[in-house]
């Protein structure tokens, strides 16, 4: 049976507009049209000149990833700076000799508010508010946070009164949880774009396109590791999946395994046009998993029908974004021993590399486009056509590239804001055991610990994006201590910073030291659950104070009672006064929890998806903290404890 019936001419935008870093002089966009695409970019701030800039080759790099689909990396420099805090409209018209130039209320109406003719951004002088969240998983039963986003932008008609910015925590993307009719639609995107093939080293399958027909495709992936008794550890971190009761219950038998397959994750997940050329069937499928596809079917139409307000979203603020360990595969990097196991088989180093590569084009390069102008270069010459053959991707400049991405050390970034803004990689520089190897790493190593200090001397405030919580709920924590010390950090995501003792003591000492700043904003997602720490540092006059606010999920949650009984534990057990707190590495340290308003007194954490957002003071401070519920009930005020 075809995977779809779709011969349309395809449209020329397949997803995007997306605006990325944004800058006074500077404006970096991402876009994938089904064909290179002759661009003009539109300016047209309030109350000053309109400019026209065509975007030739210098300011926009165009990467083929399929025979009709094409990333476009579009930068540009400007010779004089826009102006700031006012609305700016912009367009991208597509010069196309026989129609004229088409714009983007031609071709993406869907990108537009009521009756605007353009799409609009601000550049913001300071960091006045901002959103933020992690963990958007589409077959999640939760609503779509980030609809939440598009009906505050809807109700806020001047867009200087706009959010600055959307922080993405980390979990864009799922690549290690899908679901069946997710990847049946990824394979016949695939199909339909044209998306390239390749060939799989170490699996029982020798190229994408048997992998896509397998009988194995579909909910049992681990068939395709060779039946090895060396694999076995193999098989159940990236397909078997890990059973985690107490926390998540994780899923990795559709696990994506091809850079097509998550290539056209992206684009299944950021737009609604793809959705429109194709028309996939069920697969055929055993009764059991025909009742899973079945109930997995009703979320991801769901899913799909909100992703017009999700690009919208994107096509009006500036988004940045960090990875977290479901972006590449769960529990990325947890341990030594995880690395080990993972990178030394070629199947799994080209399952991550994969979906490392994608990251990059997708999300990686839009934060911080000079830190990888080498390797664009080499991903420019990723795909051949051999005489006679559908174009692929060359093998050999594929592994190359994989293990350029993997000893890569720029996928952290800072932004010269005010306040300064540092986006943390806690995934690929940890500081890995030196005792245990099966011990949980450290989020940051020291090198990378001492480049942190240094991006925040004599920075009067700051807001660090760190996709784990710095200072979390201490109870958690505690049990996945304990699970780590009985060797099974897998079971409970055993990530955290106080999981090893010298990153937490050097971070600690960060925010102790004289130099950096006085007023610190932790953001964080993760861990399907939202909370508010002021946290104080005992002893020392005149601060730092720190802000530890942590929005998770955008589509996800925690299971409901697990919750409750956590937090309530959490209370009785580390009260202010209980003496639990002096075995804890944050003892030096006073931990104030904010309440959710309109909570039963005590309660401190919100379970509920949608998107977090925070407004802060002209000293960086924030002075209100919000959760938008994408339930549709009202947003949640986090109150501190004078104001509860």
């Not at 405030?461 to 996709?467: E, K, L, M, R, T």
């Amino acid at each position: 049976m075809p995977l779809t019936t779709s011969t349309d001419t395809l449209p020329p935008v397949l997803a995007g507009p997306l605006l990325r870093r944004l800058e006074p002089t500077r404006l970096v966009l991402w876009l994938v049209g089904s064909r290179a695409l002759p661009l003009t970019l539109r300016l047209q701030p309030d109350n000053g000149p309109a400019q026209e800039l065509s975007l030739e080759a210098r300011h926009c790099r165009i990467i083929p990833v399929g025979r009709q689909a094409f990333i476009h990396l579009i930068d540009v420099p400007l010779d004089s700076a826009l102006p700031q805090d006012v609305a700016i409209a912009y367009d991208l018209l597509i010069d196309d000799a026989a129609d004229g130039a088409r714009a983007i209320a031609d071709w993406a109406p869907h990108l537009l508010y009521a009756d605007a003719e353009m799409p609009v951004f601000v550049l913001h002088s300071r960091i006045d508010n901002l959103l933020h969240g992690s963990c958007r998983k589409p077959h999640h039963s939760a609503d779509e946070g980030l609809l939440c986003v598009d009906r505050l932008l809807a109700q806020t008609p001047e867009p200087q009164q706009r959010p600055a910015l959307l922080l993405m925590t980390g979990d864009q993307v799922y690549a290690d949880d899908v679901a069946g009719p997710m990847l049946r639609a990824i394979h016949a995107l695939i199909e339909r774009l044209g998306l390239f093939d390749e060939h799989l080293e170490g699996a029982v399958v020798d190229d994408s396109a048997a992998l896509y027909r397998h009988r194995a495709s579909y909910y049992q992936r681990a068939e395709l590791l060779p039946a090895l008794k060396s694999n076995e550890t193999l098989r159940e971190r990236f397909f078997g999946g890990v059973k985690k009761p107490i926390f998540t219950s994780s899923s990795a038998d559709n696990h994506l395994v091809t850079f097509a397959e998550v290539m056209a994750m992206y684009l299944l997940v950021w737009s609604p046009v793809p959705w429109r050329l194709i028309d996939p069937r069920p697969p055929q499928l055993a009764s059991r998993e025909q009742q899973r596809y079945q109930r997995e079917q009703l979320r991801i139409e769901a899913f799909a029908k909100g992703l017009g307000g999700v690009a919208r979203v994107f096509a009006h603020l500036s988004c940045l974004m960090i990875f977290d360990d479901h972006d590449i595969t769960d529990d990325w990097n947890l341990s030594a021993q995880w690395e080990e196991t993972a990178y030394g088989h070629p199947f799994s180093k080209r399952i991550i590399g994969n979906a490392l590569l994608a990251y990059m084009l997708c999300q990686g390069w839009g934060n911080n486009p000079d830190a990888f102008t080498a390797l664009l270069q080499h991903t420019q010459a990723l795909h051949t056509e051999p005489q006679g053959a559908a174009p692929r991707l060359d093998c050999n400049a594929q592994d190359g590239l994989i293990d350029e991405l993997l000893r890569f050390q720029h996928w952290q970034y800072t932004l010269p804001t005010t306040p300064a803004l540092v986006v943390l990689d806690t995934r690929t520089r940890r500081w890995r055991s030196e005792f245990n190897l099966g011990q949980p790493s450290g989020l940051l190593d020291w090198e990378a610990l001492s480049e942190l200090q240094h991006e925040l001397l004599d920075h009067p405030s700051a807001i660090i994006v760190s996709p784990a919580p710095v200072f979390g709920v201490k109870l958690i924590e505690t049990v996945q201590r304990v699970f780590s010390w009985c060797g099974y950090p897998l079971l409970v995501d055993a990530e955290n910073w106080m999981a090893h003792r010298g990153a937490a003591q050097v971070i600690l000492n960060i925010f102790r030291h004289s130099r950096t700043p006085g007023n610190y904003v932790i953001l964080s997602g993760d861990v399907h659950y939202s909370f508010v720490y002021e946290v104080l540092i005992r002893h020392r006059k005149g601060g730092p104070k720190i802000w530890q606010i942590t929005s998770s999920g955008i589509k996800n949650e925690f299971p409901p009672p697990l919750l409750e009984w956590f937090d309530r534990l959490n209370r009785w057990l580390y009260s202010p006064r209980s003496p639990l707190n002096w075995f804890t590495r944050r003892r030096q340290m006073r931990v104030v929890p904010y309440s959710p308003e309109n909570r039963e007194a005590g309660e401190r954490l919100w379970n509920s998806a949608g998107i977090g957002q925070v407004f802060f003071n002209d000293q960086g401070q924030p002075r209100e903290i919000y959760q938008h519920n994408a339930n549709g009930a009202p947003k949640t005020r986090m109150l501190a404890p004078d104001e509860g």
